[in-house]
């Protein structure tokens, strides 16, 4: 994408596999900007913890770290005698919970729904979106009057309340991929050879999940590229011509729910005469696609307050622009929040030379090819050791449609079925949106519901980073097209204007020309 600066360490900040793209990892294509990484960043996990103590009345928490600006994340590593205090702190409830959300969710997938997923789905729906919207509401009255106090408290407000939101989006919605891994192994066992000789099945098992979210074409003007507030929102940036982009919709949405009805009926009479098969193959079908349509539902609306987040950031950069503490308000981004609150309250600094100098070091951060993983797996309790059972990995293996590779391929996650061809084109944000060409493979580090437009255009979709539930795979799935997630360094070894092939069945991405470099 650019020329690569000095080479630098990916030391991870303690024990165990660190990964750079789960949770609000997804969500932050880029090294986050200072005030983001101090301020934003730790009120969404604390309010991802409030989220989980409210249902499971304990609070374990993720750890997560900047490693050259880049966010990092690992699940925690207990210790026997702190699981035992976590199952009485929870009254037991703690257990119960992660056998429905961690291994029933797969082994059965509408027992979980019936036992924990749905309620609180509902709790979402019914609670925690309405007092988000609530608040936001209240903040976007206030926004423009606010006292520099009052703009503060509102962003630690909104921020922890869209650490809730995501937590219900990390345990609901976040149901969708390991349902999948459950419908994909069926396909697999049952379904993939009595149905070899149907077109339209040698999809594999992602044919009758696309077209099923009901995805809106046009983004919210919430809409993000990425929730480091840094970046503008969907509304800011404007609205393109979305006229033909509709119309190929409709008739795509027509070619998809024709294939899904042809290979659902042929599985269904392959399954006639083992009507425990049958039952089984219903459940997941229909618990898998009402998940993944709810995962991009919660996903639309994490970032509903980052319109007004935006506009106190603005108010309080211009405060400290008239203080003399900055020269543009923007440059509070790379300030931290405790010379932020300092000056806000005590204005008496310079930080003008400060900013800059972060600046220049941010975009060199930029240029980094951060890896998706840094460290080494553990044992229970703390200990060096082989990792042992990894449900992600056993889902990307399921979901495959074939396990060999052309020669140079670029091996990833096969997010959306099908194969294409095209011209690359290598998309760094929202500045390059004007120049993506239809019939082109975009190809970025990561995609946020801001980039929904694009996927009218592409032919197929490659990216650094994501999972099988990632935005770049759901609206891949909805548009009807190719994608390969999780690539780790697709941006670095293709270039603009090269012709490649993506096989998003099978998860990979090789060029046309015989080179990955």
């Known amino acids: 994408m650019t020329t690569q600066p000095e080479p630098v360490s990916w030391a991870a900040p303690g024990k165990g596999v660190w990964a750079r793209n789960f949770r609000l990892g997804e969500w932050l294509p880029d090294p986050m900007t200072p005030l983001f990484a101090d301020w934003l960043v730790p009120r969404i996990e604390s309010g991802f913890l409030d989220g ?38 929870s009254r037991g409830r703690l257990p119960w ?25 509902l709790k979402w729906r019914e609670q925690l979106l309405p007092e988000y919207r609530t608040l936001i509401g209240q903040a976007e009255r206030e926004a423009g009057t606010a006292s520099p106090e009052g703009l503060i408290e509102t962003v630690d407000a909104i921020s922890r309340q869209a650490g809730i939101q995501l937590w219900s989006l990390a345990v609901v919605g976040g149901s969708a991929w390991k349902m999948e891994s459950a419908l994909a192994s069926f396909w697999r066992k049952e379904l993939a050879g009595p149905l070899s000789g149907l077109p339209a099945s040698r999809l594999g098992h992602q044919v009758l999940l696309r077209g099923v979210t009901g995805t809106p074409t046009a983004p919210s003007p919430h809409a993000v590229y990425s929730l480091d507030w840094y970046h503008p929102t969907a509304g800011e940036m404007g609205q393109p011509d979305l006229a033909a982009a509709v119309e190929s919709r409709i008739e795509v949405s027509s070619k998809l729910s024709e294939q899904r009805s042809q290979v659902e009926a042929a599985a269904r009479n392959a399954l006639l005469d083992s009507p425990g098969m049958l039952t089984r193959f219903d459940s997941l079908l229909t618990m898998t696609r009402y998940y993944a349509a709810v995962r991009e539902e919660q996903a639309q609306h994490l970032s509903l307050g980052w319109p007004v987040l935006r506009r106190c950031a603005l108010r309080l950069g211009e405060h400290l622009v008239s203080s003399g503490t900055i020269a543009d308000p923007q440059d509070m981004h790379f300030l931290t929040v405790d010379e932020t609150l300092d000056e806000v309250r005590h204005p008496k600094k310079d930080l003008r030379a400060q900013v800059e100098s972060r600046r220049t070091t941010w975009h060199l951060q930029r ?12 044992r229970f309790g703390g200990e060096p050791g082989r990792s042992g059972y990894d449900p992600v990995a056993n889902a990307v293996e399921a979901a495959r449609t074939s396990s060999e590779y ?3 391929a670029i091996v990833g996650h096969p997010a959306s079925t099908g194969r294409a061809s095209g011209r690359v084109r290598i998309m760094e944000g929202p500045k390059d949106f004007s120049s993506f060409q239809a019939g ?22 490659v990216t650094d980073g994501g999972t099988l539930a990632a935005h770049a795979s759901i609206i891949a799935r909805e548009y009807g097209i190719p994608a390969v997630v999780g690539t780790g360094d697709a941006t670095r070894r293709l270039h603009t204007g090269q012709l490649v092939t993506v096989d998003g069945g099978a998860g990979y991405v090789v060029p046309d020309d015989g080179s990955a470099d």
Not at 55 to 67: A, E, I, L, N, T
């Open 406 to 408: 052309p020669k140079d």
């Open 367 to 378: 240029q980094l090819d951060a890896p998706l993983t840094i460290g080494k797996p553990v």
């Open 52 to 89: 989980m103590e409210g249902d499971v009345r304990v609070r374990v928490p993720f750890r997560y770290g900047s490693v050259n600006g880049w966010y990092f994340n690992s699940p925690p590593i207990p210790k026997p005698w702190t699981v035992a205090s976590l199952i009485l702190r």
């Open 440 to 461: 082109e493979i975009l190809v970025a580090r990561s995609t946020a519901p801001a980039w929904t437009p694009l996927f009218t255009r592409a032919a197929a979709v």
């Open 97 to 121: 919970f992660l056998v429905n959300v961690l291994l029933r969710v797969s082994s059965n997938p509408a027992a979980a729904h019936r036992a924990v997923l749905h309620a609180l789905e």
